[in-house]
C-alpha cells in the first residue's frame, strides 16, 4: 500500500510527502482512558513540529483534519485526535 509510504498527517491534510524523503515513527499517548501508545509516521517537517510543540498543541492544530474527514485507515490516530479537541475546543476557538 502507498499509504505506508506517507506521513499521517500530511496524508489527512491532503499533501503528499515527497517520496525520497525519510519518515519517521512518532508516538502519541493516549493517557486519557489507557496507557496506549498510538503509532503514526511523520515527515521530517512534522516530527520537528511535534518534538517542538508538544503533543497536545501539535494535535490542535492539526484538528480541521477532523473536519472533512470521511475515511482514515488510521483510527487510533483519528479517535485520539477527537478526543484532545474535544477536551480543549477553548483553546482553538
Ligand atoms: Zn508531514
Redesign the pocket.
Known amino acids: 500500500m502507498a499509504t505506508t509510504r506517507e506521513?499521517t498527517?500530511?496524508k489527512h491534510i491532503g499533501?503528499r510527502?515527497t517520496e525520497q524523503e525519510e519518515l519517521e515513527t512518532g508516538f502519541l499517548y493516549n493517557t486519557v482512558t489507557h496507557p496506549e501508545k498510538v503509532r503514526i509516521r511523520?515527515?521530517r517537517?512534522?516530527s520537528v513540529e511535534l518534538f517542538k510543540v508538544g503533543q497536545k498543541k501539535f494535535l490542535l492544530k492539526h484538528h480541521t483534519i477532523l473536519h472533512d474527514l470521511v475515511n482514515s485507515d488510521e483510527m487510533e490516530f483519528i479517535k485520539l485526535l477527537d478526543k484532545v479537541v474535544r477536551k480543549n475546543l477553548d483553546a482553538i476557538y
Do not use: G, N, Q, R
Open positions: 506521513c498527517i500530511c499533501e510527502t511523520l515527515c517537517a512534522h
